[in-house]
């Protein structure tokens, strides 16, 4: 496949991807286009003042995730919409959406601008929303990581980005996203993941009530018991000290060979930490987009 060319559809399940026809997901309505613009005195302690790119938002009607309307936004670097650039695909949080990977939380638009400002290479965020507790896998009531392959990737393409090679960049539930995608999808499909304060658990049991339909779904998708899926993925795992997956994180790091970039580091489990590794973690997936 040429870079950026559609991807037929591919069908995850259970970790297992084919090939199929293109979705609809393309169709989906676009809402608005923001200038990126902001007032710099409303920023959070430690995102750049630089002037961000534009971000299009729209929504598009998710048959993967049951029917629900599901919302986007693609963030560009300063004076570039229409490259065919790669693109960093954002996974949110628990109770998050896709506006908390640009001005709602993280502001990952403006360490963009300053990354490629600094002579970083150029490319696209796209954040999509996967539901309040879908930990981005298949689930009973909807599949948010097929919902990403099957019908968001096709919108990005039809965008003019390029997705044959993508990175992955989540926090909390969105970091075990991370994870869980890029050994699904390989390092074919996955050039770099980055997984901050992932939300782990090495037991069914220890695991956050609604993260998983029960012990069978989560053994089907367990990312320790498929470590060597992630073979050829440039990693990245970060996590702060204070934050309760500071253990399984380290303990995930230590069972990754070669590591993983990255590290634990002072914080907590929140946005004052994750924009702390913004800077870092961008420049890292831009480094590994150019290469892919």
Request: proline share 5%; with cysteine; hydrophobic share 45%.
């Amino acid at each position: 496949m040429t870079a950026g060319a559609v991807p037929r559809r591919a069908v995850l399940r259970g970790g297992l991807i084919g090939v199929g026809v293109l979705t609809a997901a393309a169709a989906g309505v676009e809402t608005g286009v923001l200038p990126g613009r902001g007032l710099l005195h409303s920023l959070p302690p430690g995102v750049p003042s630089t002037t961000p790119g534009r971000v299009h938002s729209g929504s598009f009607v998710s048959a993967r995730r049951g029917g629900v309307a599901t919302g986007w936004s693609v963030a560009y670097p300063p004076g570039v919409t229409g490259a065919h650039l790669p693109v960093l695909v954002v996974l949110h949080g628990r109770g998050s959406n896709h506006r908390d990977a640009f001005g709602a939380s993280l502001h990952l638009d403006r360490f963009l601008a300053a990354d490629v400002r600094a002579g970083g290479a150029p490319f696209a965020i796209a954040s999509v929303d996967g539901g309040d507790h879908s930990y981005w896998h298949p689930r009973r009531d909807g599949d948010a990581a097929g919902m990403v392959v099957d019908e968001f990737l096709p919108l990005l393409a039809a965008r003019g980005l390029a997705t044959d090679r993508i990175g992955l960049l989540g926090w909390s539930m969105g970091g075990y996203g991370a994870l869980y995608l890029a050994q699904a999808l390989g390092a074919a499909r996955v050039a770099v993941a980055v997984a901050e304060s992932p939300a782990l658990w090495h037991h069914s049991y220890e695991s956050a009530a609604g993260a998983f339909d029960d012990a069978a779904d989560f053994d089907a998708h367990d990312v320790f018991a498929r470590l060597g899926h992630l073979r050829g993925v440039a990693l990245r795992v970060d996590c702060g000290d204070r934050d309760g997956f500071a253990p399984i994180t380290r303990d995930l790091r230590a069972a990754l060979s070669p590591q993983p970039a990255g590290g634990i580091e002072t914080g907590s489990h929140d946005a004052s930490f994750w924009r702390s590794q913004a800077a870092a973690q961008l420049a890292f997936a831009g480094d590994n987009l150019a290469r892919r």
